[in-house]
Nanobody, 122 residues
Framework: QVQLVESGGGLVQAGGSLRLSCAAS????????MGWFRQAPGKEREFVAV???????YYAEDVKGRFTISRDKTKNTVYLQMNSLKPEDTAVYYC????????????????WGQGTQVTVSS
């Protein structure tokens, strides 16, 4: 079993930055990829970014160049640095363990965190 706890969300003005963290416990995740998804009110959960066990990173088109995913395997933690935030980035952000398969599909992930709210005001 893996427990994931996200933190770092909050209220920020458009153009601002936030850094989300996702701490894993219960079992090491260093042999797996870690991803971030988000879900806005009334919308489906959507892929944001993933970092593989080998350190390769992939991003959704609308966050590419603004968001950066990274991980510290010694701390069993993955991060999402979000810059140049826009009101449309407002959502609950979730991290999850990536087990392989289609990277932008939520079905390729397991052990979801409880989420952290990010609100970007205009």
């Amino acid at each position: 079993q893996v427990q994931l706890v996200e933190s770092g969300g909050g209220l920020v003005q458009a153009g601002g930055s936030l850094r989300l963290s996702c701490a894993a416990s219960g079992r090491t995740t260093s042999n797996y990829g870690m991803g971030w998804f988000r879900q806005a009110p009334g919308k489906e959960r959507e892929f944001v970014a993933v970092i593989t066990s080998g350190g390769n990173t992939y991003y959704a088109e609308d966050v590419k160049g603004r968001f950066t995913i990274s991980r510290d395997k010694t701390k069993n933690t993955v991060y999402l640095q979000m810059n140049s935030l826009k009101p449309e980035d407002t959502a609950v952000y979730y991290c999850a363990v990536y087990y392989g398969g289609i990277i932008h599909s939520a079905t390729s992930y397991n052990y979801w965190g409880q989420g952290t709210q990010v609100t970007v005001s205009s």
